[in-house]
């Protein structure tokens, strides 16, 4: 499904990573991870603006709040 498409609500890609679509104007890409037996969320960057965070970066920086 495309991005620019999706109607709200949250799209998970696979190992944590999920689209988030709030509104026809609002979506983000998030991460959910564990730290200390606890579940924990990440905000990746926007996803229907200009300078939008794509699919393949959300992918890569997915891991980063992990270490």
Request: hydrophobic content about 40%; some cysteine.
């Amino acid at each position: 499904m495309k991005v620019k498409l999706a109607p709200p609500a949250r799209y998970h890609d696979g190992d944590g990573l999920a689209l988030l679509v709030r509104s026809v104007e609002s979506a983000f890409w998030m991460f959910r991870y564990m730290r200390d037996g606890r579940s924990r969320e990440a905000g990746l960057g926007r996803a229907r603006v200009r300078n939008a965070v794509p699919l393949s970066v959300a992918r890569e920086n997915g891991a980063a709040p992990c270490s």
